[in-house]
């Protein structure tokens, strides 16, 4: 396969695409020309969904076609797998999407997209002969469009995953990936989500347990009402206990109004508790009696409310060591992991998942800044797959976002990316995270980094790794950090 040079450089081989794009819309456009359309567009399905989303397409009218499962001449193929034609054995185009475009085409020829013998998207030829020679000389690029996929962070995502619902709504953005470490989380969430069972989350700082508690609630019967969020690290423990359970009017000084605490929030709904491990073992006490009699009793009296909510908890602690402790409650242990989601660490994830994150952030973040994204050049590669990452997905999302900000060119060069070199997987090469070390001394280098990237500032370190500030100086202390 030849690789556009303005994606990646002559040197780049055959490693994945970070963006495919522009290598499709060359193939795109060279496929309407010899096969005499007047505009095409490329198809890719949604493994989850079943919805086909323009991928290139040549379209000045809307910036995509989301087409249902099953609908249309796109739908027809894919359900097929088998050419196309309207006129002919196909349904007329979608009045919806002649709606929204303005263009009513007189033919469609319509061609699969195959990787690894499935379906995964369709070519569509609008406006050009129907006739087999044509068909034939199209079904020739689309293997070349193929072959672009293939090689590309896209593939993995765009086969089918047999094991995964069709429909599971991950909803949350970052969720990304295909290894069989994440599709093994996906799995028990599939299973979990759409049951009252409790789940506990864990895993290490920054591997996404939020975005799970978000896709669990939403694929939950509980997704109509509010999912309701307290970090148990992030305040001290007279506020949490006001945070919990809510205040009567008068109860301390400065309780001027009555105040519904966030178990009453999450009536109806999934209470998240973030940094469950966390709690001392008043907070740990006080939170079982409540799963147990559903009742909570605000600050300062009053009657006694009835709630009715799901609980999803999170912690990157180990929680049964700190049972055998005598740390945390092992009665409120088996309360809160009835399901237990463990998420793998980034390094656990393997190579495509590490770059299909990349692909996905720099999509992001160049969106959200305002900036041209060009290519990401293999030595970028090279070096963010070789990299530990202890703060795992949000340290590369932050690194990313680095990178793109500073990208005058939107071209993504190694040096962009602040990570320690002495902390990255040099073949061969001793470095501090041989022999796969605990979650502690990962957590603990990314903290020191984040102290020294930030000089010392402890509110911006605690906001980039997504920990309360108390749970920070905790840390801190333990690493020998003056607090």
């Known amino acids: ?18 963006d495919p794009d522009p290598e499709l819309r060359r193939w795109l456009d060279r496929v309407c020309a010899q096969a005499g359309a007047a505009r095409a567009s490329l198809f890719l399905r949604d493994p989850n969904s079943g919805e086909a989303v323009t991928r290139v397409a040549h379209l000045d009218e809307v910036a995509e076609i989301r087409v249902p499962a099953g609908r249309g001449i796109v739908g027809a193929v894919i359900d097929s797998g088998r050419v196309r034609r309207w006129p002919g054995d196909a349904p007329p185009p979608e009045e919806d999407v002649v709606v929204a475009t303005g263009y009513r085409p007189r033919t469609v020829l319509a061609l699969p997209v195959r990787l690894d013998d499935h379906v995964v ?39 089918p995953r047999g094991e995964l619902p069709a429909r599971l709504a991950f909803v949350a953005e970052g969720i990304v990936g295909g290894s069989s470490s994440l599709r093994e989380a996906f799995q028990r969430v599939a299973l979990v989500a759409p049951t009252e069972a409790s789940v506990l989350l864990t895993g290490e700082t920054g591997t996404g ?99 009715d909510f799901r609980l999803v908890s999170a912690t990157h602690r180990d929680l049964g060591a700190m049972a055998r402790r005598g740390e945390f409650r092992a009665d409120l242990l088996h309360r809160i992991q009835v399901v237990r989601v463990r998420l793998p660490a980034l390094r656990e994830r393997g190579e495509d998942d590490i770059l299909r994150l990349v692909e996905h952030f720099a999509r992001v973040h160049a969106r959200r800044h305002g900036r041209s994204l060009c290519r990401i050049p293999r030595a970028t590669q090279d070096r963010l797959v070789r990299h530990p990452w202890p703060g795992n997905v949000r340290q590369l999302s932050h690194a990313v976002e680095s990178a793109v900000v ?69 840390k801190l202390k333990d690493l020998g950090f003056e607090v």
């Open 1 to 18: 396969m030849t690789v556009d040079p303005s994606l990646t450089d002559p040197t780049d081989g055959l490693r994945p695409l970070a």
């Open 121 to 159: 998207g369709v070519l569509e030829l609008l406006d050009g002969p129907l006739d087999e020679r044509v068909a034939q000389r199209a079904e020739r690029i689309v293997e070349r469009m193929a072959g672009v996929l293939g090689a590309s962070s896209l593939a993995s995502q765009l086969r």
């Open 209 to 307: 347990k939020e975005l799970f508690a978000q896709a669990i609630h939403a694929n939950s019967g509980r997704a109509g009402g509010p999912l309701v969020k307290v970090d148990c690290g992030a305040l001290p423990e007279s506020i949490l206990e006001n945070e919990l359970f809510g205040h009567e009017k008068g109860a301390f000084t400065g309780a001027g109004a009555a105040t519904a605490g966030r178990f009453e929030e999450a009536h109806g709904g999934t209470l998240f508790l973030d940094e469950v491990g966390e709690l001392s073992l008043k907070a740990q006490t006080r939170l079982l009696r409540v799963l147990e009699d559903r009742v909570v009793q605000r600050l300062g009296g009053g009657r006694s409310r009835s709630v």
């Open 406 to 474: 500073l990208a005058s060119d939107g071209v993504l060069r190694p040096e962009l990316f602040e990570i320690e070199e002495e902390d990255e997987r040099a073949p061969g090469a001793s470095h501090p995270f041989a022999g796969l070390p605990s979650a502690a001394e990962l957590e603990g280098q990314y903290l020191r980094w984040l102290m020294a990237r930030f000089d010392g500032r402890k509110a911006e370190v605690a906001r980039v790794a997504g920990i309360g500030r108390t749970t920070l100086w905790r």
